[in-house]
């Protein structure tokens, strides 16, 4: 199987584990898409540039504001949220969910697949 394919089921597993996810992606720190369950290309790479600025953002602020290094960003708005995972210092993995997303089964499911996708990409 290959890499692809593996980051495919890796998807596949978080979809089919954690309800109301509307899309994953992995990026590059530079805002490059690595790889995604979105729906188009142009979506894509929107969604790579905002998760890399976001997460950019959040890395400078956490030591400035004294907080220490940044582990997770989450956004939670009005529709859904936004959960940026750092997987190494250059890759980044984003999942956008509704608003009824189980915020706790996310907390526990995302630390073991962020390793799996470390262990595939890096």
Not at 27 to 42: F, I, N, Q, Y
Request: hydrophobic share 45%; with cysteine.
């Amino acid at each position: 199987m290959n890499l692809g394919e593996e980051i495919r089921k890796v998807f596949e597993e978080v979809s089919r584990d954690l309800k109301g996810v509307r899309g994953i992606l992995i990026a590059t720190m530079d805002g490059l898409p690595v790889a995604s369950d979105v729906k188009s290309t142009e979506e894509e790479n929107r969604i790579a540039a905002m998760v890399s600025s976001l997460t950019i953002l959040a890395r400078k602020a956490a030591p400035q504001l004294d907080v220490g290094k940044m582990q997770d960003l989450l956004i939670e708005a009005d529709e859904g949220k936004i959960f940026c995972y750092s997987v190494g210092d250059e890759v980044i993995l984003a999942l956008i969910t509704t608003k009824d997303a189980n915020l706790g089964m996310i907390r526990m499911k995302l630390p073991r697949i962020r390793e799996k996708l470390k262990d595939l990409i890096l």
